[in-house]
């Protein structure tokens, strides 16, 4: 794989075995990855080191998936970088939500690797 | 005064030729009375009662018994008038033992008990001029008889209408009171007064003149309680009405017209109508609804109530210048005192009314009073329930939550293990966890489904679907399935018109229509799913050649939790969610799902979806 199609990736979950798992995942299918699992974290990342696309957790410890995703679209520094929210939240209303505050995609844990590989590599393509 | 006038009542019986003996009539009246109970009327008056009722028929031969009555001469009279009224007394009796039961039989026995001493009477007095050759020295053994009688019918409305519950208030207690007053104080001024001032043989004669317009107060005190009486407007209480006013209007015109009456007189058909009516009342089957409790509710201050009270409070200053146009003396104490009387007891009954109609006000702002309480605790009872209803969305949320987050660590872990694995049997081992957490994740899902269904929500996105497009889609992640379980997947589609509804949730059914499917048909077995449009809908048909549903399951096959007794015999998986959820989702889009089933040979559900636009 070569250098430049080596993108940062921001995996965002307070359930460490998740975490791993995702993190896993998207190294395997070639991306660099930052680990953080609160919040807070997750936001110091985003503006520090502008990852391509993020892939948050919901219910996370100090701020909640939603937070960090209404923070970064009201950033302007950072409003164009991609979110993903991934969430075990999986009724309709939770989805709209998630949508409606500005994520670019919402995946239901369990989650396929396959899809959660696709959406993010469609997200950097677009 | 003329010695065949002072007995005014005895009078009417005069100078019978052929008299029987009243005992013989007695006996008579005792024995069919006895009869009655037992066996049924006499066959000829059954025979003809078939297609009549009974009073109809009993009023027809009366009155045409009554019109020969005037045709015939004095003596004859005589005895056809103690014969219609020893017919219309055992009338009374047969008619009252065959309609009511032993317990209500009281009342109608007084009134024949009454008629049977007027009837004595008759009878008593005839026997002294046919067996002596002359009236009866008053007062008399008929004096006797007519005297008790007159209170028997009194008592027997009393009865009457005691056994209704309209004698039971202190306002319907008044107005009698009130009724008797009036009565009582018209009576005394215009019929009983008058025989102060005459001069009879004895005091015990003058006594007995003036008990009848006496008694006559009670009757008019009974057909008045009548009137307004809480019973029920039945036939037999029209005739027995009638009878009742017949019956003082006889005695007060006989009171009136003593010196000019003679037999054969138009008073006597009042008296012999009289006698005739209340035979038939006693005979006509409605008998038993007179004791029935008219719905109103009373005492009422009924039209008619109202109009009986004016007449008796206007009773003392009628009384005062009737006398006086006919320059009669005038009755001033009497008039003064009942009119005083009558003044307080209507006061009391105006005053038990604007009581209650006080209570009624104060009761109603109670009532108001309780019912904004009522209305309060309603409004926080629900406002209780909303918050307990929004409290449950959140824990079903929350539990889903929680049970799929672990469940994503094992598939994402097994997932991966799978793909790295080479060693078949520990792929095949790892399958089985993966298969297993999918199964658990179904269940949670179909949890949450379920448990939003309760709250009776299911709201639906409406877009146009195609659903040959979903079918094929369900069929194709199904068929995988159907190849484990060696049962062949057929599909038979053709194009249909969209309907509308939400893919995921129609996709969700079919899932579970054809996964029952296969799951209820053993090996070699075959599922077809069809799909066809007629008129206005389109139907989606799952059908396989399986186990087959009982007929006494086929109806709680849709509710929640059920599990077949096959299902659990032989261990098919499953939660009993699947059909509960495929309904909920079909009606939820406007349409129907059936089952067909022949127990051992197959299974077929089919869904009915109304066509979008």
Same mark, same amino acid.
């Not at chain 2, 008629?115 to 007062?139: H, K, M």
């Not at chain 2, 008044?174 to 005459?198: C, E």
């Not at chain 2, 309060?376 to 799929?404: C, G, P, Y």
């Given at each position: 794989?070569?250098?430049?199609?080596?993108?940062?990736?921001?995996?965002?979950?307070?359930?460490?075995?998740i975490l791993s798992l995702v993190s896993l995942r998207l190294e395997r299918a070639g991306f660099d990855v930052v680990r953080v699992s609160d919040g807070e974290a997750a936001l110091e990342v985003l503006r520090t080191q502008r990852p391509a696309v993020s892939v948050l957790d919901v219910m996370m410890p100090r701020r909640t998936g939603y937070e960090v995703l209404a923070a970064v679209r009201a950033d302007d520094s950072i409003r164009d970088l991609k979110v993903?929210?991934?969430? +075990?939240?999986?009724?309709?209303?939770?989805?709209?939500?998630?949508?409606?505050?500005?994520?670019? +995609?919402?995946? +239901?844990?369990?989650?396929?690797?396959?899809?959660l590989v696709a959406t993010i590599e469609e997200l950097l393509s677009s | 005064m003329p010695e065949e006038h002072k007995a005014k009542f005895a009078k009417r019986q005069p100078h019978s030729r052929q008299g029987w003996p009243a005992v013989a009539c007695t006996r008579l009246v005792l024995t069919t009375l006895r009869m009655a109970d037992s066996v049924p009327l006499p066959t000829a008056l059954t025979r003809d009662a078939r297609n009549i009722p009974a009073s109809?028929?009993?009023?027809?031969?009366?009155?045409?018994?009554? @019109?020969?009555?005037?045709?015939?001469?004095?003596?004859?009279?005589?005895?056809?008038?103690?014969?219609?009224?020893?017919?219309?007394?055992?009338?009374?009796?047969?008619?009252?033992?065959?309609?009511?039961?032993?317990?209500?039989?009281?009342?109608?026995?007084?009134?024949?008990?009454?008629?049977?001493?007027?009837? !004595?009477?008759?009878?008593?007095?005839?026997?002294?001029?046919?067996?002596?050759?002359?009236?009866?020295?008053?007062?008399?053994?008929?004096?006797?008889?007519?005297?008790?009688?007159?209170?028997?019918?009194?008592?027997?409305?009393?009865?009457?209408?005691?056994?209704?519950?309209?004698?039971?208030?202190?306002?319907?207690?008044?107005?009698?009171?009130?009724?008797?007053?009036?009565?009582?104080?018209?009576?005394?001024?215009?019929?009983?007064?008058?025989?102060?001032?005459?001069?009879?043989?004895?005091?015990?004669?003058?006594?007995?003149?003036?008990?009848?317009?006496?008694?006559?107060?009670?009757?008019?005190?009974?057909?008045?309680?009548?009137?307004?009486?809480?019973?029920?407007?039945?036939?037999?209480?029209?005739?027995?009405?009638?009878?009742?006013?017949?019956?003082?209007? !006889?005695?007060?015109?006989?009171?009136?017209?003593?010196?000019?009456?003679?037999?054969?007189?138009?008073?006597?058909?009042?008296?012999?109508?009289?006698?005739?009516?209340?035979?038939? !009342?006693?005979?006509?089957?409605?008998?038993?609804?007179?004791?029935?409790?008219?719905?109103?509710?009373? *005492?009422?201050?009924?039209?008619?109530?109202?109009?009986?009270?004016?007449?008796?409070?206007?009773?003392?200053?009628?009384?005062?210048?009737?006398?006086?146009?006919?320059?009669?003396?005038? &009755?001033?104490?009497?008039?003064?005192?009942?009119?005083?009387?009558?003044?307080?007891?209507?006061?009391?009954?105006?005053?038990?009314?604007?009581?209650?109609?006080?209570?009624?006000?104060?009761?109603?702002?109670?009532?108001?009073?309780?019912?904004?309480?009522?209305?309060?605790?309603?409004?926080?009872?629900?406002?209780?329930?909303?918050?307990?209803?929004?409290?449950?969305?959140?824990?079903?949320?929350?539990?889903? &939550?929680?049970?799929?987050?672990?469940?994503? #660590?094992?598939?994402?872990?097994?997932?991966?293990?799978?793909?790295?694995?080479?060693?078949?049997?520990?792929?095949?081992?790892?399958?089985?966890?993966?298969?297993?957490? &999918?199964?658990? =994740?179904?269940?949670? #899902?179909?949890? =949450?489904?379920?448990?939003?269904?309760?709250?009776?929500? =299911?709201?639906?996105?409406?877009?146009?679907? $195609?659903?040959?497009?979903?079918?094929? &889609?369900?069929?194709?992640?199904?068929?995988?399935? @159907?190849?484990?379980?060696?049962?062949?997947?057929?599909?038979?589609?053709?194009?249909?018109?969209?309907?509308?509804?939400? *893919?995921?949730?129609?996709?969700?059914?079919?899932?579970?229509?054809?996964?029952?499917?296969?799951?209820?048909?053993?090996?070699?077995?075959?599922?077809?799913?069809?799909?066809?449009?007629?008129?206005?809908?389109?139907?989606?048909?799952?059908? $396989?050649?399986?186990?087959?549903?009982?007929?006494?399951?086929?109806?709680?096959?849709?509710?929640?939790?059920?599990?077949?007794?096959?299902?659990?015999?032989?261990?098919?998986?499953?939660?009993?969610?699947?059909?509960?959820?495929?309904?909920?989702?079909?009606? !939820?889009?406007?349409?129907?799902?059936?089952?067909?089933?022949?127990?051992?040979?197959?299974?077929?559900?089919?869904?009915?979806? *109304?066509?979008?636009?």
């Open positions: 794989m070569s250098q430049q199609s080596r993108r940062l990736i921001l995996c965002a979950d307070d359930d460490a075995d993903i929210l991934l969430s +075990a939240r999986v009724q309709k209303s939770d989805i709209e939500l998630g949508l409606k505050a500005g994520a670019d +995609a919402y995946l +239901a844990k369990p989650f396929r690797s396959d899809e | 109809w028929l009993f009023l027809g031969l009366g009155g045409t018994a009554i @019109a020969v009555y005037f045709f015939l001469q004095a003596n004859a009279q005589s005895v056809v008038y103690v014969v219609i009224g020893a017919v219309s007394v055992t009338a009374i009796f047969v008619g009252s033992t065959r309609n009511l039961s032993r317990r209500r039989r009281l009342p109608w026995y007084l009134f024949g008990f009454g008629l049977l001493g007027q009837v !004595a009477g008759d009878l008593v007095f005839t026997f002294y001029e046919v067996a002596r050759g002359r009236e009866p020295s008053s007062p008399s053994l008929a004096d006797l008889f007519y005297l008790i009688s007159l209170p028997l019918l009194g008592a027997g409305v009393f009865f009457v209408l005691r056994r209704v519950g309209s004698m039971a208030s202190r306002d319907g207690i008044l107005d009698t009171v009130v009724v008797f007053s009036g009565a009582g104080l018209i009576q005394w001024v215009f019929f009983i007064d008058p025989l102060t001032h005459m001069a009879f043989d004895s005091r015990w004669v003058q006594i007995a003149q003036m008990a009848y317009p006496a008694a006559a107060v009670l009757l008019l005190v009974a057909v008045a309680q009548l009137l307004v009486g809480a019973t029920a407007r039945v036939l037999a209480y029209q005739l027995l009405l009638v009878s009742m006013v017949l019956w003082v209007a !006889a005695v007060e015109a006989y009171s009136l017209d003593i010196d000019r009456y003679r037999r054969g007189s138009w008073i006597d058909g009042i008296g012999l109508a009289a006698y005739v009516v209340w035979g038939a !009342a006693a005979l006509d089957p409605s008998v038993r609804g007179l004791i029935r409790r008219d719905r109103r509710g009373l *005492p009422r201050l009924t039209r008619t109530r109202l109009a009986l009270l004016a007449a008796a409070l206007l009773a003392a200053p009628a009384v005062l210048v009737i006398e006086r146009m006919a320059h009669h003396h005038v &009755h001033a104490y009497a008039a003064g005192i009942g009119g005083a009387i009558l003044g307080v007891l209507v006061l009391m009954r105006l005053a038990g009314l604007v009581n209650s109609v006080e209570r009624a006000r104060r009761s109603e702002r109670v009532f108001r009073h309780e019912a904004q309480q009522a209305q309060q605790l309603l409004a926080s009872q629900n406002e209780q329930l909303l918050e307990l209803d929004r409290l449950k969305d959140e824990f079903v949320s929350s539990i889903s &939550h929680e049970l799929r987050t672990p469940l994503t #660590s094992i598939s994402g872990y097994v997932e991966v293990l799978l793909e790295g694995e080479t060693d078949d049997e520990r792929r095949s081992h790892l399958s089985i966890v993966d298969r297993n957490a &999918h199964r658990l =994740l179904g269940l949670v #899902s179909d949890l =949450l489904f379920a448990a939003r269904l309760q709250d009776g929500r =299911l709201e639906l996105d409406g877009e146009d679907v $195609d659903l040959k497009r979903v079918v094929s &889609h369900a069929v194709e992640s199904a068929r995988p399935r @159907a190849e484990t379980g060696g049962v062949h997947l057929g599909t038979v589609l053709v194009d249909v018109p969209p309907v509308s509804g939400e *893919p995921d949730r129609l996709a969700q059914l079919l899932d579970n229509l054809i996964s029952n499917a296969i799951k209820f048909t053993p090996p070699g077995g075959n599922v077809t799913v069809r799909l066809a449009a007629t008129d206005g809908t389109v139907s989606i048909e799952v059908s $396989d050649t399986g186990i087959g549903v009982p007929e006494t399951e086929r109806e709680r096959l849709f509710e929640r939790f059920f599990r077949s007794q096959t299902a659990l015999e032989r261990q098919i998986q499953g939660t009993g969610l699947g059909l509960h959820i495929s309904k909920a989702i079909v009606e !939820a889009h406007g349409g129907r799902i059936g089952v067909d089933s022949e127990e051992g040979s197959g299974t077929t559900f089919v869904v009915e979806l *109304p066509v979008a636009g």
